[in-house]
């Protein structure tokens, strides 16, 4: 069964945090680098950290510095921990893989960000 599941979002004043999970089925965690990606209304959908199965890491200019991407393979999960969060990190957040196969289009849920005084 293809499942991604998303949480850990909500609603955090600006320079606040949260974590973020995403749980994966197999077929899409195992072998594969792993993204996280978020979609602001109005916006498309873009890329905002990406983590290899060796834990390589790498991250938009956008949340350098502010937003960390990690994984555990005994669980097929992967987190986001963001810090320093602002209004314009409001977004539905989504994990991923990496890279897409021809003609994959299966998505989760998401978790909605909102970064609000």
């Known amino acids: 069964q293809v499942q991604l599941v998303e949480s850990g979002g909500g609603l955090v004043q600006p320079g606040g945090s949260l974590r973020l999970s995403c749980v994966a089925s197999?077929?899409?965690?195992?072998?594969?680098?792993m993204g996280w990606y978020r979609q602001a209304p109005g916006k498309q959908r873009e890329l905002v950290a990406s983590?290899?199965?060796?834990?390589?890491?790498n991250y938009a200019d956008f949340v350098k510095g502010r937003f960390t991407i990690s994984r555990d393979n005994a669980k097929n999960t992967v987190y986001l921990q963001m810090n320093s969060l602002k209004p314009e990190d409001t977004a539905v957040y989504y994990c991923?893989?990496?890279?897409?196969?021809?003609?994959?289009?299966?998505w989760g849920q998401g978790t909605q960000v909102t970064v609000s005084s």
């Open positions: 197999g077929s899409i965690f195992s072998g594969n680098d």
């Open positions: 991923n893989r990496r890279f897409f196969p021809p003609a994959y289009t299966y």
């Open positions: 983590i290899t199965l060796t834990h390589i890491t």
